[in-house]
């Protein structure tokens, strides 16, 4: 087998990647370990960035994006009584952010593929990379039992945390960067009028609490818990009294409440890795960084990785640009490290940390303080939820 891209991992990420390789032309094989049943089924964020929506209609997967999808023009911030509205869009120029669930994402980008008649190859078991370095690199993996070789001249690693593509790399080449947050996030999915037309991110002196939502009748909540918290534990009753009792009285008042669809408890942690290539393997979204979800940067940072490669992709197929390939690194680093400090911005603004101490809390309130109630503060958190520009590649 031979391709121009192998691409290892059906997330959003890879199935994006490859749409814009197709629709230039460029050839790509997209390799997963999963099955496509299992890359629908997980449940992930749900908020992207302007710059995302723009490369989802660049991608021509932004149909059904654009037609269920909500637009949302600002955010809310609610503590110590108060309910603190950003303007969005009056803060950043008119840029928004639109609510359409990281889910229905990859199920638009898997329709578009399969449309394409590019190939895609699932339940695909001991990937391995090989060759790097040389001017044709390889993937082997095991289908069905016979073992296959796909050569390739580019290795694009969009197989998450877990995956095989940042293990390929040798420890001693990266550098690695994490904090790891003493606590997690426990979600509930239900079929429940959204207590708010807009995203509310709320602090309580007993934990976070996030109000979201997927539609017009479908809602997210997240609760701060700590990493001893078993999800068993939390019966649906148990789940809306808690965040009942963090929401400020006349939203928890109004809150509908129903049946959950999942449940789960998600870890908080930031992780970096440098550098995002080695030889002709690059690193794509989460294979090469994590964000705690609260700067909803997650997916709109995959998307912008995305951006960055394929932008020097188009240029190395279309004008022989070679010399931008090392550059992939840097110029996606610049902008995964802003994307970081937001995140830690906001996880460390909105919620309890253990053991803090004295000076430790007022810091944070001050800060609550002080972005709420000055112009440039506010700016400051709408310019980065919106998500900052793309880097320019020429």
Request: hydrophobic share 35%; glycine share 8%.
């Amino acid at each position: 087998m031979n391709t121009q891209i192998a691409i290892i991992g059906a997330g959003p990420s890879g199935l994006l990647l490859g749409q814009l390789l197709t629709l230039a032309g460029i050839d790509n094989v997209i390799i997963e370990r999963q099955t496509p049943e299992h890359v629908l089924g997980r449940i992930r964020a749900g908020v992207l960035e302007q710059g995302t929506v723009d490369l989802l209609r660049e991608a021509r997967v932004g149909a059904r994006m654009d037609h269920e999808g909500l637009v949302h023009e600002g955010v809310e911030l609610a503590f110590g009584g108060r309910r603190v509205r950003v303007d969005l869009k009056a803060l950043t120029g008119g840029k928004t952010v639109m609510v359409y669930g990281q889910t229905e994402v990859t199920r638009d980008l898997m329709d578009a593929r399969a449309g394409s008649g590019a190939q895609s190859v699932y339940h695909a078991q001991d990937v391995q990379i090989h060759d790097v370095h040389s001017d044709t690199p390889s993937v082997t993996f095991t289908k069905d039992g016979e073992r296959y070789r796909l050569t390739c001249d580019y290795v694009a690693g969009c197989d998450g945390f877990h995956g095989v593509s940042r293990k390929s790399i040798p420890a001693d080449v990266l550098t690695t960067y994490e904090r790891v947050y003493p606590f997690g996030w426990l979600g509930l999915l239900s079929d429940t009028r959204p207590v708010n037309h807009e995203l509310i991110y709320a602090h309580h002196p007993d934990g976070f609490a996030l109000c979201s939502q997927r539609s017009a009748t479908r809602s997210r909540y997240y609760l701060q818990v700590p990493l001893t918290e078993q999800v068993e534990a939390w019966s649906d009753y148990r789940f809306w009294t808690e965040l009942k009792r963090r929401l400020p009285d006349h939203l928890g008042d109004q809150l509908e409440t129903g049946p959950s669809l999942e449940k789960s408890i998600a870890p908080l942690r930031s992780f970096v890795v440098e550098p995002m290539q080695h030889g002709r393997l690059f690193l794509v979204g989460d294979a090469a960084h994590i964000v705690p979800p609260t700067g909803a940067k997650g997916l709109n940072l995959a998307a912008s990785d995305v951006s960055t490669l394929y932008r020097i992709l188009l240029k190395v197929y279309r004008e022989g640009r070679t010399d931008l390939l090392p550059r992939y690194s840097q110029a996606a680093l610049s902008r995964v490290w802003k994307a970081e400090r937001f995140s830690w911005f906001m996880t460390s603004l909105l919620h309890e940390f253990p053991h803090s101490d004295g000076f430790s809390r007022r810091m944070q309130e001050t800060d609550r303080d002080y972005f709420t109630s000055s112009e440039a503060g506010l700016k400051t958190i709408a310019e980065n939820y919106v998500g900052l520009p793309y880097t320019t590649i020429e």
